[in-house]
């Protein structure tokens, strides 16, 4: 069974640091790209960032400030999220797309306000 379960969101000051995590089970982790998305109040969900084996990529509004990391010992991906605006104010979702179907976490909501 496909388990996504992210954690570490919270409230921070803008300028401020998170550090969100999502743990994989079930898959095999180490041949499948992460992904990262958000959704805001009101919005789409929209992607943030992607990591593989040999690539991390970056949308436009997060390259920068944000960084992705695959840890394959835990089978976790990591999402380290610095100078945060209070635009970054979303649910994000941890995702996988694997042969059977696209699998989501239960997200971990990010706020961002002074």
């Known amino acids: 069974q496909v388990q996504l379960v992210e954690s570490g969101g919270g409230l921070v000051q803008p300028g401020g640091s998170l550090r969100l995590s999502c743990a994989a089970s079930g898959f095999a982790f180490r041949n499948y790209p992460m992904r990262w998305y958000r959704q805001a109040p009101g919005e789409e969900r929209e992607w943030v960032a992607s990591?593989?084996?040999?690539?991390?990529t970056y949308s436009d509004s997060v390259k920068g400030r944000f960084t992705v990391s695959l840890d394959n010992n835990k089978n976790t991906v990591n999402l380290q999220m610095n100078s945060l605006k209070p635009e970054d104010t979303a649910v994000y979702y941890c995702n996988v797309d694997l042969p059977q179907g696209r699998y989501w976490g239960q997200g971990t909501q990010v706020t961002v306000a002074s």
């Open positions: 990591s593989a084996a040999v690539y991390t």
